[in-house]
């Protein structure tokens, strides 16, 4: 008989995600087939299916974990904001439309029917389902007609696992005023209680587990330590959103990306950090562009308003220069648009309006309604100039974009893309997943230091982290507890 279990947290970035994924890698371990399921998550990091349909990246980051396929099944809607009122909904892993958050909030009942088949579907493929909640479940405002966090535990009739962040602090507060916040028919699904992100001697807060279980009546079933291990993280607060100043002194090899406002699919520069003396950061002025090795331009949910930022706030005089100065600059998806000559978006897809580009790629890119979402493969063509190392090198990605690009540069790859000597772009995430180490062995050489080595299996490096992830979290969680939960 299929089982189920909700991790909700007590606010965004509490670490639900990461234990959703260790706990699907546990109970793959342990001999039993799982599946983790969001059934409402606002991100712009998504991730394309074998059959083309759109999901959230953090649920297929968990399925990876789970060592099952990523299906839409598991995330049935994705907002992606598209403004700081509106996103665009993907249903079922295809875009619906845009909608500003209270007509969205208006329709949300009409939403169910959809999540219920969904899951439905799901939980009949697999032994335990680890359902995920989003931000907090006692959101006051927002609790009518709530669809993600207990609304989802009633419709799967399913037990809840409530995690604090005791890193950020209040973990009393977070713990304890959400419990005491729910209703008493959703206080009763509650049977456990995990501290997340505990630094230093665990000792020291056994009076606190005593104290959280007096408050809330409600067992704590762990302290979960803070776990150095790689894993993709969807979240605009990752620990991965490094600042320059957070980089180390034993970093040689310097990747910087501007940060854009409307930024999405940062973990296509997650495979960098396998590297041995590389970091990747995370500009928040122009001026930090002068320590950068490499600059890459990521994605973006709205190209339009992000190129008048990088105009506006002098990001793109200093790409410029920096291009002009041999420093490679590469561009993913919006960033590869953002490189042409032009931008223009006639129908409102993202945020509407046309802009001339940076003007280092010689192509005009024009939105549609048609959305493309596909798994991709193929190879770099004979490249001259800066990328030249790169030729008839494979790569495997996917694309996601509203936008078709017109190009009269250099092709960079038999599946698109451009270039000119050390600009280039394309629209395939996971671009680098396969080009990495050549990449930084050219930067090495580059600046006249030695390659400093790394991991440069991709997949066999995201399984390591995977079983890093479930190791930590099965010696300091009741698993016991958490199958006799399971097992009502």
């Known amino acids: 008989m299929h089982k189920s279990i909700m991790i909700q947290g007590t606010m965004s970035n509490s670490g639900k995600s990461f234990l959703t994924a260790a706990l699907c890698r546990i109970f793959m371990q342990d001999g039993y087939s799982s599946a983790p399921f969001k059934s409402q998550n606002m991100a712009l990091n998504s991730y394309i299916t074998h059959d083309g349909l759109e999901m959230g990246r953090a649920q297929a ?13 598991m995330n049935p809607i994705l907002l992606k ?21 209270v007509e969205y909030f208006r329709r949300k009942k009409d939403f169910i029917p959809y999540i219920r088949n969904a899951y439905e579907k799901l939980s009949s493929m697999y032994d335990i389902t680890v359902i995920e909640g989003a931000g907090s479940p006692v959101e006051m405002n927002l609790k009518t007609d709530d669809i993600v966090n207990m609304g989802m535990a009633e419709i799967a009739d399913s037990p809840v696992i409530l995690v604090g962040d005791i890193d950020r602090g209040g973990i009393f507060a ?23 992100k505990f630094r230093g001697d665990k000792s020291l807060f056994d009076d606190g587990i005593k104290i959280l279980e007096n408050l809330c009546g409600i067992p704590v079933l762990g302290v979960i330590p803070y776990i150095k291990c790689d894993i993709e993280d969807e979240d605009s607060l990752s620990d991965k959103i490094v600042k320059l100043s957070d980089l180390g002194d034993d970093i040689k090899i310097r990747i910087a990306v501007p940060k854009l406002p409307k930024m999405s699919n940062f973990t296509d520069f997650d495979v960098f950090l396998q590297y041995r003396g590389v970091g990747v950061y995370y500009a928040e002025k ?14 973006t949910k709205s190209t339009v308003s992000d190129m008048k930022y990088l105009r506006e706030s002098g990001f793109e005089d200093a790409i410029k220069k920096y291009a002009s100065e041999n ?16 931008i223009s ?13 940076m003007n280092l790629l010689d192509c005009e890119t024009v939105f549609s309604h048609e959305k493309k979402t596909v798994r991709t493969k193929g190879f770099f063509g004979n490249i001259s100039g800066y990328f030249s190392f790169l030729s008839g090198k494979s790569f495997s990605g996917y694309e996601i974009h509203m936008g078709r690009t017109d190009n009269n540069e250099n092709l960079l790859t038999d599946c698109g893309g451009a270039y000119r000597n050390n600009v280039a ?6 671009i680098f997943d396969e080009t990495a180490e050549d990449i930084i062995k050219n930067l090495s050489e580059k600046k006249g230091i030695e390659y400093m080595g790394g991991n440069p299996d991709r997949e066999n490096y995201k399984h390591q982290q995977f079983d890093i992830l479930a190791e930590n979290v099965r010696e300091n969680l009741d698993m016991d507890k958490i199958y006799e939960i399971i097992k009502g």
């Open 174 to 196: 977070q713990l304890y005023g959400t419990v005491s916040l729910l209703t008493p028919d959703e206080r009763k699904r509650v049977k456990g209680l995990i501290v997340n």
């Open 81 to 101: 904001p598209t403004t700081d009122t509106g996103s665009q909904i993907i249903l079922n892993g295809k875009p619906l439309g845009n909608m500003n958050a």
């Open 61 to 73: 980051m968990q399925a990876q974990a789970a060592e099952t396929e990523p299906s839409v099944l």
């Open 286 to 299: 122009p001026q930090e562009l002068s320590q950068a090795d490499m600059i890459i331009i990521s994605g």
């Open 327 to 342: 420093i490679p600059v590469f561009g993913i998806c919006g960033g590869y648009q953002i490189l042409g000559r032009k």
């Open 425 to 430: 772009g394309c629209y395939v995430h996971g």
């Open 345 to 357: 978006d006639p129908y409102n897809m993202e945020c509407g309006g046309i802009i001339d580009g």
